[in-house]
């Protein structure tokens, strides 16, 4: 009977865990934050627990359910607001930019020189001198992007305008002001709460507004 009932508790709980992993959302193991991680550690140790106990079984769920619950609340405001979304998961840092590394970017993350040149050969790059801007996301993956032709060399891999919101640190890095961003647009016509995504190439300024997105999803 003790076998029968450990089995049903196992093919229970494996139900229910990918339920729940369904219901967190299709994130990559590589791409998931801090409260993801921090989510599913205390799952894996709750579940382990109801499983070794002999009573209470379904009462030892409860903070399983409850987790689920948190995270499922936190990803919606996250989606909803942007300023809670970075307090969640953080905001890719630069590490490199136009070939120079920013050594306090590297210290304010506890990043060493080991990391990066570590994560540099992984991407088959022997030297620094190879890299126009390296970003360091927040998941803690390296995107590399290596030094090209000179029609490129104003590109900037960050986006200025996200979800309607102006990423000054973004704007500043790549030697703007909040002046040349409003006149900019200003001439195009277009607020910024109008905007869901704008990154400049060129000393241009390319924008994806709101509006377009929603026609794309009609159509």
């Known amino acids: 009977?003790?076998?029968?009932?450990?089995?049903?508790?196992?093919?229970?709980?494996?139900?229910?865990?990918?339920?729940?992993?369904?219901?967190?959302?299709?994130?990559?193991?590589?791409?998931?934050?801090?409260?993801?991680?921090?989510?599913?550690?205390?799952?894996?140790?709750?579940?382990?627990?109801?499983?070794?106990?002999?009573?209470?079984?379904?009462?030892?769920?409860?903070?399983?359910?409850v987790l689920v619950a948190l995270q499922i609340l936190i990803s919606k405001l996250a989606l909803k607001n942007s300023k809670f979304r970075r307090f969640v998961d953080g905001s890719p840092v630069v590490i490199i930019k136009k070939g120079v590394v920013n050594f306090k970017n590297m210290v304010d993350q506890r990043y060493t020189l080991d990391d990066l040149l570590l994560q540099?050969?992984?991407?088959?790059?022997?030297?620094?001198?190879?890299?126009?801007?390296?970003?360091?996301?927040?998941?803690?993956?390296?995107?590399v992007f290596k030094k090209g032709n000179k029609k490129d060399s104003d590109f900037y891999p960050l986006p200025i305008i996200l979800d309607g919101e102006v990423q000054f640190d973004n704007l500043y890095n790549m030697g703007k002001t909040k002046s040349w961003l409003l006149n900019t647009l200003f001439?195009?016509?277009?607020k910024v709460e109008e905007i869901f995504y704008a990154f400049t190439k060129n000393n241009d300024l390319y924008i994806i507004k709101n509006s377009e997105l929603n026609n794309k999803n009609a159509n």
């Open 187 to 190: 001439d195009k016509n277009i």
């Open 120 to 143: 540099l050969r992984e991407k088959d790059i022997k030297s620094i001198d190879e890299v126009d801007y390296a970003i360091l996301e927040i998941n803690g993956k390296l995107s």
């Open 1 to 65: 009977m003790q076998y029968i009932l450990i089995i049903f508790k196992t093919f229970f709980i494996y139900l229910l865990v990918a339920l729940i992993f369904r219901m967190m959302g299709k994130r990559e193991v590589g791409q998931i934050g801090t409260f993801d991680l921090v989510v599913f550690i205390l799952i894996a140790e709750l579940v382990a627990m109801a499983i070794e106990h002999k009573t209470s079984f379904l009462f030892n769920l409860i903070p399983v359910i």
